[in-house]
């Protein structure tokens, strides 16, 4: 996705004052998607063409197109149908035609998961498919990982991610550090019931450029923000991104995040639009 997609929108003093809501994906039943600009709010929404993914901003009359759908490789199609067992085999034979490791991640791996996500997005699969396409995925990341570390191949991007502190729900937090292992982010997974303390260690160590903070419970939402202030107060500066079934884009406004996704489809989306801001 083109940095272009991400360039602030000119804002006067005024909405700047009040300007925080972020990036936001967020699933619809129609093709209009609102993508809201880091600390900056926008009226305008973007028009998202869901057979190409052609991203326009109407008030600049920026058009960029983004393929995402078609992946015809026999290991692609096998990591969308969640076939395991083929994998290994479809690897081999990629490796045997000359494909490098980062090829296969990069022009296989990725491509696969991002039909996953727009599948998804779309209703066309739901969460078991989606864990049986990730656990594909991961079978052929673990063929490959040596030889990419053998390489010095190291991810553009990396995250950390968990539930926050009083929550031990895990299913989506789950279900989203899959994807962005698909989309070739390094996953730094610290789990369920994670302390503000352990988000900022966990930051600070791996030089995170993106966090994910996970919250299924109401109860539990005060920790997002403990947790958000933690992070600033400690003088870091990743990108926060927060999701759950309570959560919503105003509350990632209220809080100070800067991104939210409604789902483990639209997050892989949303970590990128941030991480390429």
């Known amino acids: 996705m083109s940095d272009e997609i991400l360039t602030k929108p000119t804002a006067t003093p005024a909405s700047r004052k009040s300007a925080k809501v972020t990036h936001a994906i967020v699933r619809h039943g129609s093709v209009t998607v609102p993508i809201y600009p880091a600390r900056a709010v926008t009226s305008a ?6 057979q190409t993914h052609q991203i326009t901003r109407p008030a600049r009359g920026v ?69 049986i396409a990730a656990r594909a995925m991961k079978e052929a990341l673990k063929i490959l990982e040596p030889m990419l570390v053998e390489a010095g191949v190291r991810p553009e991007f990396n995250a950390v991610i968990g539930t926050v502190e009083g929550d031990l729900h895990d299913i989506g937090k789950n279900l989203v550090a ?15 019931n994670v302390p503000p303390a352990k988000f900022v260690e966990a930051i600070r160590e791996n030089n995170a450029r993106l966090v994910g903070l996970s ?6 939402m ?19 991104m927060i999701g759950g079934a309570p959560i919503t884009i105003e509350y990632a406004s209220e809080i100070g995040a800067d991104g939210y996704a409604a789902d483990a489809g639209s997050a892989v989306d949303a970590a990128m639009a941030l991480l390429k801001s």
């Open 215 to 220: 919250a299924l419970l109401t109860t539990t």
């Open 45 to 50: 929404p973007h028009m998202i063409t869901k």
């Open 178 to 192: 899959m994807m962005w292992k698909g989309a070739n982010i390094d996953v730094i997974d610290l789990g369920v």
């Open 222 to 240: 005060p920790a997002m923000r403990e947790t958000v202030k933690a992070i600033r107060d400690a003088g870091l500066s990743p990108k926060i």
């Open 63 to 131: 058009s960029l197109v983004c393929p995402i759908m078609s992946d015809t490789h026999p290991l692609g199609v096998a990591v969308i149908a969640g076939k395991r067992k083929e994998i290994p085999d479809l690897v081999a034979t990629c490796i045997s035609v000359g494909e490098s490791a980062q090829f296969i991640v990069e022009n296989r791996l990725v491509s696969a998961m991002a039909v996953v996500g727009e599948k998804f997005k779309n209703n066309e699969i739901f969460v078991p498919e989606m864990l």
